[in-house]
């Protein structure tokens, strides 16, 4: 494999226009050095010798080292850049995920809470250099995973996120609530939640008004997104005998201004999903949104090559010189 050769003084390069000069000087002193005779006739002259002939071996010898000097003074070596990078300004991120049976409607493929799923780990591999916590809330809310940098913790808590590991209902207030828990003691420069519900707020014992002063109170940034289409939806509405959900349309219902109130008072965003597409684009611009700071350092190391063309040069000047005297001797 070459190496990348830079040239930390390629203006020595011009002394490059020595060597067409130094050339013809050479012939026009050969030239005028060359004395001419007329004979009649050359025989008895003749020489097999090649070595007169061979003579401006001398000369060129001179070049190549001359070539080798400037090629020396011009620098020659090679750069090795190594980088790393540090996060200046990281951010804890809380995701409040909704999971009650409406989380289970059809209006998004195969269902609202798969497709929340993918696009929400999606998300989490788009933040590498964050620490990411999971709550997950219905009737009542827990602490699936404390924020954390280890992303596989986080995909795989992710996964296991089912309906049916907490009461029925949608308890805003107290998934709201869940999650500044989590984040308060936080040293983080910025702290978000993304909260997702898909309904109304009537379970808890914790008001979303009060849950909101809360991260206001620790500078919570909360962005808030109203998951379900417009009109009606494909949505559990009882059990069959063999406790799977009976599935009817049923008319969508999210609390949009409350939703609004929370995110304008901690100064995040509202956000509505009303299909897999939509989804994906809000998560995307919550990613652009919320920033991470990252510094790169880099570190230049150079070795320096001109070591080899002085030997060179040397080897050539040598060279030059030893035949000069001993082949050459008698005709110089």
Known sequence: ????????????????????????????????????????????????????????????????????????????????????????????????????????????????????????????RKRPNDRIGLVAYAGESYTKTPITSDKSIVLNALREITYGQLNDGTAIGMGLATSVNRLKESKAISKVIILLTDGVNNSGFIEPQTAADLAVEFEIKTYTIGLGTNGNALSPIAYNQDGSFRYGMRQVEIDEELLEEIADATGGKYFRATDNEKLEAIYDEINKLEKTEIEEFKYYKYEEKFRPWIILAVAFLFMEWLLRNTLFRSFI
Do not use: H
Not at 1 to 25: G, S, T, V, Y
Not at 60 to 78: F, K
Not at 96 to 119: G, H, T, W, Y
């Open 1 to 124: 494999m070459l190496e990348n050769i830079e040239f930390a003084n390629p203006q020595f390069f011009w002394l490059f226009l020595l060597l067409p000069i130094a050339i013809l000087w050479y012939f026009f002193k050969q030239k005028e050095q060359t004395a001419s005779l007329k004979i009649s006739s050359i025989k008895g002259f003749s020489n097999t010798s090649i070595l007169p002939k061979l003579k401006p071996l001398l000369f060129v010898l001179r070049l190549l080292a001359l070539a080798a000097i400037i090629t020396a003074m011009a620098r020659p070596q090679t750069e090795d850049i190594s980088t790393r990078t540090k996060t200046t300004k990281g951010i804890d991120i809380v995701m409040a995920i909704d999971v009650s049976s409406s989380m289970l409607a059809r209006d998004l493929k195969p269902n609202r809470l798969s497709a929340l799923k993918e696009v929400a780990a999606d998300f989490i």
